[in-house]
């Protein structure tokens, strides 16, 4: 402790200050040149590059467009055909079509049914034999048999006739059958066209026609007999029926009486 008592501040003298900067004048000297040729070369490196920049800018040749011709759309057409645009078609107009006259309701003709057939005339066929009318067509009730004793529809009518008198035609046709029936006796069938047939039973012979023959109204084809066994109980007489279109019918609808 008495060492560190004993000991004084050091003062620095003004020429000791003076002293060390003369002894450091070679190193501020050199200091300051180097800042000098620091500052120097940063100014001329600035104004080169400066200069550079200008003269490669002025050294760069403006740009002009290019102006090309373009071809003509014909010339590209032929050379190119993929890319020929195609030509559209001009349409062409349709010819104006004139409406029909409408037809007023009074000009209209009303359609005609083709599925009537037209009606078949009435009272047409003559009597087959002279006489008077026996016994009606009841096909819708029962009438009284006197040879059976019983009753039972009649598919006919019984013309009262003498033995032996002559049977006619009833009208235009051709003999379609000619045959002999149990109950029935000697028949004889005329189909008269058109679905109508006429049927002449209880007859005397069937020679005088045969099957295929044409006859004309009024024509002789047999005489009243006296074969049909049903009806051998009545007086002489000619059994008579009508067929129209398959169906028995009441033969005083064709009959002139």
């Known amino acids: 402790m008495k060492g560190l008592k004993n000991m004084k501040p050091v003062k620095h003298s003004e020429k000791g200050i003076s002293s060390w900067l ?9 200091l300051c040149c180097i800042m000098l040729v620091s500052v120097t070369y940063l100014a001329l490196w600035t104004t080169s590059g400066t200069k550079m920049a200008s003269v490669q800018v002025a050294a760069i040749p403006s740009i002009k467009p290019i102006s090309t011709v373009m071809p003509k759309l014909e010339e590209v057409v032929a050379v190119n055909p993929i890319t020929q645009p195609k030509i559209a078609e001009t349409p062409q107009k349709k010819p104006a079509v004139t409406a029909a006259p409408k037809l007023a309701e009074a000009d209209i003709p009303a359609p005609t049914p083709e599925s009537e057939p037209a009606p078949k005339p009435k009272n ?5 034999v002279s006489g008077t009318v026996l016994n009606d067509y009841t096909a819708d009730a029962l009438t009284y048999s006197k040879t ?3 009753w039972r529809v009649h598919s006919g009518i019984d013309i009262k006739a003498e033995i032996g008198s002559s049977v006619k035609a009833g009208d235009d046709g051709i003999i379609e059958d000619v045959l002999v029936d149990d109950q029935m006796g000697i028949i004889i069938i005329i189909d008269h066209q058109n679905g109508l047939k006429s049927v002449y039973s209880n007859l005397s012979t069937g020679d005088l026609v045969k099957v295929g023959d044409s006859v004309s109204k009024g024509d002789i084809i047999s005489g009243v007999g006296d074969t049909a066994l049903l009806e051998t109980g009545e007086v002489g007489h000619l059994h008579f029926e009508m067929i129209e279109d398959g169906k028995d019918v009441d033969p005083k609808i064709w ?3």
């Open 124 to 128: 047409k066929l003559e009597l087959p």
């Open 22 to 30: 003369m002894g450091k004048k070679f190193y501020i000297v050199l």
């Open 255 to 257: 009959l002139i009486i």
């Open 148 to 150: 059976l004793g019983d």
